[in-house]
């Protein structure tokens, strides 16, 4: 892969600071060694397994608010208008209440991953669940970032005129503007490492696509369609974008660079 390949600039970035909430587009990011700051720092947790919810099994989750408050609390804002914040003494019964289920609002383990669940088939949900357990420290996924681009959008969407490609179906961190490129771009940096605004990152692995592109997200007035989930599957894999770990952190702006190292 040429080094003009992999030139772009960051259009957008986001952070999620509740796994599977709504989160919030951002102009910047401090990238650290685990992932972005109050990024998935935060999990709804099931008291009674210990596993932290997320909407590939949990779709309501996604009708839910979360923003950063203060350098290390959440406030989350529910469907019927309520807000909470983290130190509320209530809040852990009024997510219990909303999803039918017992549950806290939890921070990560710093020792070890959490378990979430997920289906086998992400287009079926009623297909078997199985466990995957999210880094230390985080209830990301998989990865510390999660990198998008226009190219790779571009060809999917090509695929399916007819599918809403919104990027926010696909939650990355960043989305990455690779001007006139076509094509699976980003599929050519795995096992490269790529500088985005003063951060470098090593890219590892495409990013396989679960249950949640498909989903409804009603805040984004998006609605369910799981057209988008067979478009990945049959057209490209079931992959889309990438998962890279942080070699140097550092901050990362809309605006910035993306370059070979």
């Given amino acids: 892969m040429t080094a003009d390949a992999r030139v772009g600039t960051v259009q957008a970035l986001w952070r999620y600071p509740v796994k599977s909430l709504q989160g919030t587009a951002v102009e910047r990011v ?59 003494r209530e809040i852990d019964a009024a997510l219990s209440a909303w999803l039918d289920h017992e549950v806290r609002l939890s921070r990560p383990s710093l020792e070890a991953g959490t378990a979430y669940e997920l289906t086998m088939d992400p287009t079926d949900d009623s297909s078997e669940p199985w466990d995957f357990a999210t880094p230390a420290g985080s209830f990301a996924d998989l990865a510390s970032v999660h990198v998008l681009t226009t190219a790779s959008l571009g060809a999917i969407r090509a695929e399916h005129p007819d599918g ?43 990013t396989p696509r679960c249950a949640m ?49």
Wanted: charged share 20%.
């Fill in 30 to 88: 401090e990238v650290r060694a685990n992932g972005v700051e109050g990024d998935r720092q935060w999990g709804i947790v099931d008291v009674a397994t210990g596993k932290v919810l997320s909407a590939k099994r949990w779709p309501a989750l996604l009708e839910a608010f979360a923003a950063p408050a203060g350098k290390t609390d959440v406030t989350v804002a529910l469907p019927d208008g309520s807000t909470w914040d983290s130190s509320d």
């Fill in 164 to 206: 809403d490609w919104a990027v926010e179906r696909f939650r990355p961190t960043a989305l990455i503007d690779t001007g006139t490129a076509t094509g699976y771009l980003e599929d050519g940096w795995v096992g490269d490492q790529i500088g985005i605004g003063d951060a470098v990152i090593d890219v590892f692995m495409a």
């Fill in 213 to 261: 592109p498909g989903r409804a997200q009603p805040p984004q007035h998006l609605p369910a369609d799981k057209s988008i989930l067979t478009t990945i599957r049959d057209h490209h894999d079931n992959n889309l974008g990438v998962y890279a770990s942080v070699i140097t952190p550092g901050p990362v702006a809309v605006g910035d660079q993306v370059r070979p190292t």
